[in-house]
Structures are given as structure tokens and as C-alpha cells.
């Protein structure tokens, strides 16, 4: 940051009168308006908008009716040309916006050029007279000053004006202002062709690291690159998870998917099915721990009709559905003991009878299941049948967290903020310090949590781009870094968070703040004593709820479970607090 005292001694600007009546800029404005420049250009924001900040600036500092900033490429080319605070940007047309003549006697030369009367000077065509509005009795004066970097002209600055006898002495002061400008705009534009060719030469490095890493060994045959919708990433754990995709899907071998919650599992469950030569069949999902034992072995075996009340037809089960396809058994290690008996006879012999007949279905289904639980540890308590842990872990695969693909992050936050975008009709982008936050996050949660993150804080952000400040973990209000640090036990005890809308924000009238409603029934008794709890007298029921389902990955039964409810009764109490089911 440039200070006021170099500028001082830098500047050495004077604050007589002109003769002809106009006066001068004092040195305090001269000085307070190039201090604002210096300021702008050492932002954040984008090149472009910089340079219309320093339009809209100059026109306090000088006398001028229109100005233009226009910076060159390597080539030589006009890059970025910024006139009226206008950003004209990239345009094959930007000789018609600029007076040629006279930018490209700038260029040759290397010096600053004063035209009194654009009407009668050499360097300006009829069309640039024409464009300046310099036509008939129209007296318009002209000053371009060089933008040079490292000694060579880069871009540049120009003003026009109306001129009035007598002005010679105005004109040679601005000069000298606009040459002070200069000298920073070629201070600017020097770091962004610094910062272009280092991004780009890291780009370029990045790309050719990441391509010898996809590559084979040179014994192996050369394999094609797994692409999968919905998956996201270049990272070596990602592109590893990728290769074993393509291997297994050339198989009919159950697969039981491994890793924490929200980690994917469910799309690659749907990569392998669609990588596999069943890909143009069926791919039906199912939730395990959605549902009870009676409605489970229903939704996977289907019913006959009058099987129970209600069944007013048959019905064709998940397993049926998926013949000659794939079934997602997502949350397997949830089931009952007594149901892992029936389905291990299924995954066996591929044959079940409907619930309520006596007619043996035979399927010809390849199974892929999913868990977050550690069943080798509830095969030891007894909780998790032995057989059918080896019936489905025939070919286990290990979804890595979000924490061993880091590399990841940018890529999915920018798409989950692409899609935030389009739903709601903004133009949001990540600050660099956003993505700072964003990749020294733990994210426990994985990439669900990742895409919560994303989606709150866009909602919340007040500017056209996400920055560090906009993010609750900056402020200690991120409830899910504390749910994951504490423990929902932990969790309960401790006090609420002070949150806190941002000043633009406003706060609806107390009137319109409609009251807490009373503590449901259903949700105070917590289970018998000893049993986990999520919930404490000092968090409102519906926070309580809230913390449940996040814990639980918005797995209700999971959730029903934590709180020492049924299903049917955390049912209610999400439809009563008008809380929305989060689908993933």
C-alpha cells in the first residue's frame, strides 16, 4: 500500500491559479484522489473493475468528458480497454472505441501526447474527429499518456475535453496528473501479467503432473478415463476410486460400499451399475434404515393382494423391480437381525416369495450395498449376522472422506455454487480467501456438508462474490463444526449460538415474529435412562430435531433411534416444525 508522504514527495504538485481562469486541483485533492486510486488498485477485486473505479475517480481530478484505460497482451494487441467506467472487455471493434492515430503514435513514441484541437492535428482520422464529437464548431482537446511496464508501453490513459482559449497551461497539469496515474496503472497491470503467467505456467504444471499420475505404467495397456456424472474431482484418491469403479462393473460380484456419510456412496453405487453391462437395465434403490422390518421386507419382496390391511393389489417388490438389474441397498448395516436372515437367502438363491403368498420368484439381480457402521465390530457383538457380512463384503469398496481429496474442494463448492446460481437466479463467485476457508475445513460431514456450507452461505452473502467473512465458522457460528467437535451429548449442554444478520439485513417487526410453540409430548421423553440423547431442557425441540437427523445423515430411523422415538413419531415432529427432508 502506497502512503500519503512518498505520494507527497513523488507528486510535487503545485496549487497556483491558471491566468485563463481555471483552477488548478489543489495538492490536498490531488493527493486524497490518487490516494483513493492507489487504494482501489491494490483491492481484490477483478482488473477490469479497478480500472472503472479509476475512470469514475479522474473525473474529480481532471477536467474531462470521457476516459479510457486500454492495456495490451503480449502480442501487442489491445487486451482490456475500459472507457466511461464502462468495460468494454475483449472486443475485435476496440480500434472504432479508440482515436488509433494518436494510441499508436503513444506506442511508437513512448511519450505523452497534447492535442489542443483534434479537429487540425495529423495523428486523428475523420472517423476518430467524428467519434470524439470534434465535427463543426466543437473544440475538443486530448490527452494520452504511455502505461509502461518495465520500460515498454503496456496500455494507454487517455482523456478528451472540451477546450476553451487559453487552456494550454490546464492541459500541461493534467498531463502531469495523468502521468502519476499512469505510473500506477503500469504498477497494476505489471502484477497481473505476473500473476496471468504464473497462473498459467501453474496450470500447465498442474495438468501435466495430474496426467503422468492418470497414466499407466508403460507394461500396462492404455485405459481410457472413468468419467461419472455427479462426481466431481481430479484428485489421485478420486481417480484410484475411479479405476476400481471400471474394474468391478466389468463383474456380477456383490459389492458392499464402505466410508462415512455423504461421501457418495449412492452415486457410485449408480457408476458401477452404469459402467456395467447391466447399465441399460433397472437401478432400484432402497433405504434400509427408512424403514421398519413389516414395511422393508414388503417395499424389497413386494405383497400379494389381501397380504394385510390395505393391500388392495399386488404388488412387485425392489428385488423384482431390478431383474436383470442392479438394487442399492443403501444403510444395510440398520436391518434387523431377524430380516438379515431373509435377505441372506435371497442374496443366495436370488429367489423370495411375495409377503402373503406361496409362489417362489426367481431374480437375476446384482446387489450393491452401502454403509457408514463398522460391522466387522456388530459382527463381534453379535449384532450384524456373519454369513451375510461375507455374502455382501464379496468386493468391499472404501469411498474416501472429503479430508483425503482436499484437492477436491474447489471444484465441488464451485459446482454446488453454479447450481445454487441457477436456482435462484444470482451470479455469486468465490473470493480467494474463500476458498482459503472452504479447503482448511475438516468437513466431517464430507461433501453433503460441503454443499450445506455452500448453500447457506451463498444465501446469506451481500456482495457479488463469497469471502472470507461470509462464512459462520469465521464467527463461531457454525453449529455443525460444534456437532462434530462435541458430541451430540456435548452438544445439548452447551449454550445456544448468538447469531447475528448482517446489518443489510432486516429484522421482521416483533408483531410478525410468530411464538415458539410449546414443547411437543412427543418429543420430551427422551428413552429410558442410559440411553444416547440428543436432545437437553436448554435446546428447543425443534434444534433438537434438527441435531438429530444431522447426526444421523437425515436418516429418520436413524434419527428416531437418537432421541428414543419411533419413526411415526419423528415423523410427526418433522412435519410439526415445518422441517424440509434433506434428499441426497
Request: some cysteine; charged content about 25%.
Amino acid at each position: 500500500m502506497l502512503d500519503s508522504v512518498s505520494l507527497r514527495e513523488k507528486l510535487n504538485l503545485t496549487s497556483d491559479a491558471d491566468p485563463s481562469g481555471f483552477i488548478v486541483p489543489s495538492q490536498e485533492k490531488s493527493l486524497s484522489t490518487i490516494l483513493e486510486i492507489a487504494h482501489t488498485l491494490t483491492g481484490l477485486s477483478r482488473l477490469e473493475a479497478k480500472l472503472e473505479s479509476v475512470i469514475e475517480r479522474l473525473q474529480s481530478l481532471v477536467q474531462m468528458r470521457r476516459g479510457i484505460v486500454c492495456l495490451f497482451g503480449h502480442d501487442g494487441v489491445p487486451q482490456i480497454i475500459v472507457g466511461g467506467g464502462r468495460n468494454e472487455g475483449r472486443d475485435s471493434r476496440c480500434g472504432v472505441r479508440l482515436p488509433q492515430g494518436a494510441i499508436d503514435q503513444i506506442v511508437a513514441s513512448g511519450q505523452p501526447l497534447i492535442v489542443e484541437n483534434v479537429a487540425l492535428h495529423s495523428a486523428f482520422s475523420s472517423s476518430d474527429v467524428e467519434m470524439l464529437d470534434a465535427a463543426g464548431n466543437t473544440r475538443v482537446a486530448f490527452i494520452g499518456v504511455p502505461i509502461d511496464v518495465d520500460e515498454k508501453v503496456a496500455g494507454t490513459l487517455s482523456i478528451d475535453r472540451i477546450a476553451d482559449n487559453g487552456m494550454r497551461a490546464q492541459l500541461d497539469d493534467d498531463l502531469h496528473l495523468l502521468t502519476k496515474v499512469a505510473s500506477l496503472l503500469g504498477r497494476t497491470a505489471k502484477l497481473h501479467y505476473i500473476f496471468e503467467r504464473d497462473r498459467g505456467r501453474l496450470m500447465d504444471e498442474e495438468f501435466r503432473l495430474q496426467k503422468q499420475l492418470s497414466e499407466p505404467k508403460p507394461h500396462g495397456r492404455e485405459r481410457k478415463k472413468v468419467q461419472v456424472d455427479g462426481i466431481i474431482g481430479d484428485s489421485p484418491a478420486l481417480r484410484g476410486l475411479l479405476d476400481k469403479i471400471e474394474v468391478i462393473a466389468k463383474s456380477n460380484s456383490t459389492v458392499l460400499l464402505r466410508g462415512e456419510s455423504g461421501t457418495g456412496k449412492e452415486l457410485v453405487a449408480k457408476a458401477i451399475h452404469e459402467h456395467s453391462a447391466r447399465g441399460k437395465r433397472s437401478f432400484v434403490k432402497l433405504n434400509c434404515a427408512a424403514l421398519t422390518e413389516t414395511v422393508l421386507e414388503s417395499e424389497l419382496f413386494g405383497h400379494e393382494k389381501g397380504a394385510f390391511t390395505g393391500a388392495f393389489n399386488m404388488r412387485k417388490g425392489r428385488f423384482e423391480l431390478a431383474d436383470k438389474g442392479t438394487l442399492f441397498l443403501d444403510e444395510i448395516g440398520e436391518i434387523s437381525a431377524s430380516f438379515q436372515a431373509k435377505l441372506l437367502r435371497v442374496l443366495q438363491e436370488q429367489e423370495f416369495e411375495r409377503v402373503g403368498g406361496n409362489q417362489t420368484v426367481k431374480v437375476d439381480v446384482r446387489v450393491i450395498a452401502a454403509t457408514n457402521r463398522n460391522l466387522e465390530e456388530a459382527v463381534a457383538r453379535k449384532e450384524f449376522r456373519a454369513d451375510l457380512y461375507y455374502r455382501i463384503s464379496v468386493v468391499p469398496l472404501l469411498l474416501p472422506p472429503l479430508r483425503e481429496r482436499r484437492t477436491d474442494i474447489p471444484l465441488l463448492a464451485a459446482r454446488f455454487l453454479k447450481n445454487f446460481n441457477n436456482e435462484n437466479g444470482r451470479a455469486l463467485v468465490f473470493d480467494s480467501s474463500a476458498i482459503d476457508v472452504l479447503m482448511s475445513c475438516e468437513f466431517p460431514g464430507n461433501v453433503r456438508e460441503l454443499e450445506n456450507c455452500v448453500q447457506r452461505t451463498a444465501t446469506l452473502a451481500q456482495g457479488s462474490s463469497i469471502v472470507r467473512h461470509d462464512f459462520a465458522c469465521c464467527h463461531g457460528q457454525c453449529l455443525s463444526a460444534k456437532l462434530w467437535r462435541c458430541g451430540p451429548e456435548e452438544m445439548a449442554r452447551q449454550p445456544s449460538p448468538n447469531f447475528s444478520l448482517p446489518a443489510r439485513l432486516s429484522m421482521p417487526p416483533p408483531e410478525a415474529i410468530t411464538a415458539v410453540q410449546p414443547v411437543s409430548s412427543e418429543l420430551t421423553p427422551l428413552g429410558p435412562p442410559g440411553r444416547p440423547a440428543v436432545g437437553a431442557a436448554k435446546l428447543a425441540d425443534r434444534e433438537r430435531v434438527i441435531a438429530a437427523m444431522e447426526r444421523s445423515g437425515w436418516v429418520q430411523a436413524k434419527a428416531a433411534r437418537l432421541l428414543g422415538l419411533t419413526p411415526r413419531q419423528i415423523g410427526y415432529a418433522l412435519r410439526r416444525h415445518g422441517i424440509e427432508i434433506k434428499r441426497f
